[in-house]
């Protein structure tokens, strides 16, 4: 496989058959993508895997507080404005249409958004964390770090779902980790092997045509 189908493979898996993946894949795919790049080599990221015992440990704690905590940061900004609001809004419809949930059916879109709770099944949670005084520069760093974890899992025959879900459990999260007070959590992710068969996993996100984001320039 290369980069470009490994690219064009990666989507966000939301639901999970159970079967476990070894420790050892999951430790190379971490180490790998360390190659990251960061500013200065500062390699910002911090990493924690859980499986088994302390998987099933972290999801029971969760389940006892649905509603999460106040969250250290905004995920998207406040009163999203276009064309942010409507990509938005229509990976949501899009998202939900898969599982034949309306709109006015909220309990049911609140059941399946609390399934990132428990990773979507996966057997595999991550957290990424950094130390909280860094900047929106080693930010980028981070980002850059969990895109080479999704694509080397592509590369491995597993799949992924990034989570900033778990922005709203910063205490819970923390807590369970021992996290260090000078380092905050970033966000989780699911990793596993698909169900094939779960209806939401067919979900591919639109994307924008090239010309209402990029320009070439000086180019022949």
């Known amino acids: 496989m290369n980069v470009s189908e490994a690219v064009a493979?990666?989507?966000?898996?939301?639901?999970?058959?159970?079967?476990?993946?070894?420790?050892?894949v999951v430790r190379g795919i971490l180490e790998a993508a360390a190659k990251a790049p960061s500013g200065g080599n500062l390699q910002p990221?911090?990493?924690?895997a859980l499986a088994g015992e302390p998987l099933a440990a972290f999801?029971?704690?969760v389940a006892t507080n649905p509603f999460g905590e106040t969250p250290e940061y905004d995920v998207y900004p406040p009163n999203l404005w276009e064309p942010f609001r409507t990509r938005r809004f229509?990976?949501?419809?899009?998202?939900?249409?898969?599982?034949?949930?309306?709109?006015?059916?909220?309990?049911?879109?609140?059941?399946?958004?609390?399934?990132?709770?428990?990773?979507?099944?996966?057997?595999?949670?991550m957290f990424f964390c950094l130390d909280r005084k860094l900047e929106?520069?080693?930010w980028a760093d981070l980002g850059m770090y969990m895109q080479n974890v999704m694509l080397l899992a592509v590369e491995r025959g597993l799949d992924t779902c990034p989570q900033e879900y778990w922005a709203r459990y910063p205490q819970t999260v923390a807590t369970?980790?021992?996290?260090?007070?000078?380092?905050?959590?970033?966000?989780?992710?699911?990793?596993?092997?698909?169900?094939?068969?779960?209806?939401?996993?067919?979900?591919?996100?639109?994307?924008?045509?090239?010309?209402?984001?990029?320009?070439?320039?000086?180019?022949?």
């Open 9 to 24: 493979a990666r989507v966000s898996v939301r639901a999970f058959r159970p079967d476990p993946v070894p420790g050892a």
């Open 45 to 48: 990221w911090r990493v924690y």
């Open 59 to 61: 999801k029971a704690v």
């Open 90 to 125: 229509q990976n949501g419809e899009d998202l939900y249409a898969t599982l034949g949930i309306p709109r006015e059916d909220k309990p049911a879109r609140l059941r399946q958004l609390a399934k990132n709770g428990a990773f979507f099944g996966a057997p595999v949670g």
């Open 136 to 138: 929106p520069p080693q």
């Open 176 to 220: 369970f980790l021992g996290l260090p007070d000078d380092h905050m959590l970033f966000a989780g992710m699911a990793m596993g092997y698909r169900d094939p068969d779960a209806p939401i996993n067919a979900l591919k996100a639109s994307r924008d045509p090239f010309e209402l984001w990029g320009e070439l320039r000086g180019f022949d």
